[in-house]
């Protein structure tokens, strides 16, 4: 079989795909279910179409976009990724994973591959947290993480309801029906940028990822009392944004007290009413991220969180609440999935580098119902979420190249 890449359609797609955004360039903004987001679905469903795969939506939005094997009664080898993005964000992430899968898939039509089981292309709802509050909203659903009547409470800050939402943007039937019955998968595989340092460090072209860590998030609502920045004097005050500082740093070195270099702790989200400069503080909401490979030690970052949270609220007398909103297990790769990227990267003659991925993926809820494992590229600097999020294209290439010759090893 005769395997080549297209990297110069495959890296103006990406571009292309980058200017469908609510951000000024060089920023991506596309959040789910907005007009952007529909219209970067609609051009990625065309691209499907256009090499001749067979396109369904699901209820949440979830794209697949089939090429049929021999055997269609045969589970299916799954690759994909999210082309949501967080505001202000990069033009690589999860995109690499959604273009190269398909440009993987044109490789294999384009070398002669035929494969027994067919190969879907499957392009995630909602990867970031950013609308709802709650990461891989779409792979939740998919494998029964996230169960429907759940998925039904969710809010976004404007209050409207997921039902409502999904709705509005004009994705019918019941969430029930999301869920992918057992077997469905027999593997799927999913590109990725790194979003972090260490293959650029190593001077290592590709990383093949045997587990993901787990992730815990949470809101955090802090109530004090409010009043004139020059009437209440110091003892009387109970200021819940001096509360939320402290707070803040008491999580940052619980994460960096833990033993392990593993454990990281993120406060993302600081919201400060009423927000006045000559006005105490009355309420401040925060989210915390905190998430580790070992799930006993990210637990024992939030035990220490929710004690210190006891204390500042009893010494600056001010009201804590804690509302969970996830704490997922870890996952671990597939060996069979392993193996095929790995002799996928030795048959190209491509070093790589076992290793975990510390940010968590779609994937990590896949693993739950189907063998998976991951393939990472380089980004620069180790950036992401950020406008100057970078991939080359000798490595997006790369990464494609190998994508394509583990999903025909898989598929065959």
Request: aromatic share 4%; net charge negative; hydrophobic share 40%.
């Given at each position: 079989?005769?395997l080549?890449?297209?990297?110069?359609?495959?890296?103006s797609?990406?571009e292309?795909?980058a200017a469908i955004?609510?951000?000024e360039?060089?920023a991506?903004?596309?959040?789910v279910?907005t007009p952007?987001?529909?219209?970067?679905?609609?051009?990625l469903?065309?691209r499907?179409?256009?090499?001749g795969l067979?396109?369904?939506?699901d209820a949440?939005?979830?794209?697949?976009a089939?090429?049929?094997?021999s055997?269609p009664?045969a589970?299916?080898?799954?690759?994909?990724?999210?082309?949501?993005?967080?505001p202000n964000a990069?033009k690589?992430d999860?995109v690499?994973?959604?273009l190269g899968g398909l440009?993987a898939?044109?490789a294999?039509?384009?070398?002669g591959f035929?494969p027994?089981?067919s190969i879907?292309?499957?392009?995630?709802?909602s990867?970031e947290?950013t609308?709802?509050?709650?990461?891989?909203?779409?792979?939740?659903?998919?494998s029964g993480?996230l169960?429907a009547?759940?998925a039904?409470?969710?809010k976004?800050?404007?209050?409207?309801?997921i039902?409502?939402?999904?709705?509005?943007?004009g994705?019918?039937?019941?969430?029930?029906e999301?869920?992918?019955?057992g077997g469905y998968y027999?593997?799927?595989?999913?590109?990725h940028?790194?979003?972090g340092?260490?293959l650029?460090?190593?001077q290592?072209p590709?990383?093949v990822?045997?587990?993901?860590?787990?992730p815990?998030?949470?809101?955090?609502?802090?109530e004090?009392?409010?009043?004139h920045a020059?009437?209440v004097?110091m003892?009387?005050?109970h200021d819940a944004?001096?509360?939320?500082?402290e707070?803040?740093?008491?999580?940052?070195?619980?994460?960096?007290?833990s033993g392990?270099v593993?454990?990281?702790?993120t406060?993302?989200?600081?919201?400060v009413?009423?927000?006045a400069?000559n006005s105490i503080?009355s309420?401040?909401?925060?989210s915390a991220?905190i998430?580790?490979?070992?799930?006993?030690r990210r637990?024992?970052?939030?035990?220490?969180?929710?004690?210190?949270?006891?204390?500042?609220?009893?010494n600056?007398r001010?009201?804590?609440?804690?509302?969970?909103?996830?704490?997922?297990a870890?996952?671990e790769?597939?060996p069979?999935v392993?193996?095929?990227l790995?002799?996928?990267?030795?048959?190209?003659q491509?070093a790589?580098?076992?290793?975990i991925?510390r940010a968590y993926?779609d994937s990590?809820f896949m693993?739950l119902i189907a063998?998976?494992a991951?393939l990472f590229i380089p980004?620069?600097?180790?950036?992401?979420h950020r406008p100057?999020?970078y991939?080359?294209?000798?490595?997006i290439a790369r990464?494609t190249l190998?994508?394509?010759?583990a999903l025909?090893?898989l598929?065959?």
């Amino acid at each position: 079989m005769n395997l080549e890449i297209d990297r110069d359609r495959l890296c103006s797609e990406i571009e292309v795909l980058a200017a469908i955004s609510d951000g000024e360039p060089p920023a991506v903004t596309r959040i789910v279910f907005t007009p952007t987001d529909l219209k970067a679905r609609a051009w990625l469903r065309a691209r499907c179409e256009d090499s001749g795969l067979t396109v369904r939506q699901d209820a949440i939005g979830n794209t697949f976009a089939r090429w049929n094997g021999s055997d269609p009664a045969a589970p299916a080898v799954g690759t994909g990724s999210h082309i949501d993005a967080i505001p202000n964000a990069g033009k690589y992430d999860g995109v690499v994973g959604v273009l190269g899968g398909l440009e993987a898939i044109r490789a294999l039509r384009r070398g002669g591959f035929r494969p027994t089981n067919s190969i879907e292309l499957l392009v995630f709802t909602s990867e970031e947290p950013t609308r709802f509050g709650i990461g891989c909203l779409g792979s939740r659903l998919l494998s029964g993480s996230l169960s429907a009547e759940a998925a039904k409470r969710l809010k976004d800050g404007d209050g409207e309801s997921i039902e409502d939402v999904r709705r509005k943007a004009g994705f019918r039937g019941d969430l029930d029906e999301v869920k992918l019955p057992g077997g469905y998968y027999q593997a799927f595989v999913e590109l990725h940028i790194e979003q972090g340092p260490i293959l650029e460090r190593q001077q290592t072209p590709l990383g093949v990822v045997t587990s993901i860590a787990a992730p815990a998030s949470m809101r955090i609502a802090i109530e004090g009392a409010g009043g004139h920045a020059g009437g209440v004097l110091m003892p009387d005050r109970h200021d819940a944004l001096c509360a939320a500082a402290e707070l803040i740093l008491a999580i940052e070195n619980a994460a960096r007290s833990s033993g392990a270099v593993d454990t990281v702790a993120t406060v993302g989200i600081c919201e400060v009413f009423p927000g006045a400069i000559n006005s105490i503080p009355s309420r401040v909401r925060l989210s915390a991220d905190i998430r580790d490979t070992n799930p006993e030690r990210r637990d024992g970052v939030i035990r220490a969180m929710e004690n210190t949270c006891n204390a500042i609220s009893a010494n600056r007398r001010v009201a804590i609440h804690i509302e969970p909103l996830n704490a997922d297990a870890p996952a671990e790769s597939a060996p069979s999935v392993v193996e095929a990227l790995s002799n996928a990267c030795r048959k190209h003659q491509q070093a790589f580098l076992p290793m975990i991925s510390r940010a968590y993926h779609d994937s990590l809820f896949m693993s739950l119902i189907a063998p998976v494992a991951m393939l990472f590229i380089p980004c620069r600097n180790g950036y992401s979420h950020r406008p100057d999020e970078y991939a080359s294209p000798e490595d997006i290439a790369r990464g494609t190249l190998v994508l394509a010759d583990a999903l025909a090893t898989l598929s065959a």
